[in-house]
């Protein structure tokens, strides 16, 4: 049974740090893997999606990284801002069928500040 | 335009009613999902269809009833409501091979 995991589960920071999430799973038989991002009382912003084939997608100041084989995806901020803060999330997609769903990890709630 | 959009976005109801969720997507997407957001934030799916066809049914109370009219709606109707069903309850859909995955504001319901 697929188990994502998301270290730290908080995070607090100084404006204008780099820093990085963590995001690990258990089998390595993914599809994809997705980071999104939710503000509170908000829904879900997808920031970026790694095909299971690929090693990193970047997006502006966002870079995340995916190795299948140690079952580990991380996602870099550079430069952070008060405005990143919020809570990541990274899912995991299977393909087709019963598996064509995400799973999700338990978020990292980040706190940038000015 | 919103990509997609679910109503409504605050329910507040007394427990025994029945109530439903409306999620719409133009994206031309052939996938829709319903998750629920617990009181700790965790996210797990409940249902899938694919095509109007109950692809995913993840050991969810009978009182949990998707309906897909076609496959830009899924519409989530729940019977005899218990205050364990307070939760955020998102729609989100994708196409068939599951890429990118787009999801909708969610429902916050509370059961009183």
């Known amino acids: 049974k697929q188990e994502v995991t998301q270290i730290p589960a908080a995070l607090s920071v100084p404006e204008g740090e780099n820093l990085v999430l963590n995001c690990s799973f258990t089998?390595?038989?993914?599809?994809?893997l997705q980071w999104f991002r939710q503000d509170p009382g908000k829904g879900l912003t997808s920031l970026l999606l790694?095909?299971?084939?690929?090693r990193e997608q970047t997006s502006g100041r966002l870079n995340a990284s995916l190795d299948k084989s140690s079952g580990r995806s991380t996602l870099y901020i550079a430069a952070s801002q008060p405005g990143d803060s919020a809570t990541y999330l990274c899912?995991?997609?299977?393909?087709?069928?019963?598996?064509?769903?995400?799973?999700f990890g338990t978020g990292t709630l980040l706190a940038v500040q000015p | 335009d919103t990509a997609v959009s679910q109503t409504p976005k605050y329910l507040v109801t007394q427990m025994g009613n029945d109530k439903s969720i409306k999620c719409e997507q133009n994206?031309?997407?052939?996938?829709m999902y319903w998750y629920k957001q617990d009181s700790k934030k965790f996210l797990k799916i409940m249902f899938s269809?694919?095509?109007?066809?109950?692809?995913i049914n993840e050991t969810v109370p009978n009182r949990f009833s998707p309906k897909s009219p076609d496959k830009a709606h899924l519409n989530l109707h729940i019977n005899s409501l218990e205050l364990g069903d307070s939760a955020v309850y998102f729609c989100?859909?994708?196409?068939?091979?599951?890429?990118?995955?787009?999801f909708g504001q969610g429902t916050r319901l509370t059961v009183v």
């Open positions: 790694i095909q299971s084939s690929q």
């Open positions: 899912a995991v997609g299977g393909r087709g069928g019963a598996t064509n769903k995400l799973i």
């Open positions: 989100a859909s994708t196409n068939v091979w599951n890429t990118e995955a787009f």
């Open positions: 269809y694919n095509n109007k066809e109950l692809i």
């Open positions: 089998d390595s038989a993914i599809y994809n």
């Open positions: 994206l031309g997407h052939d996938t």
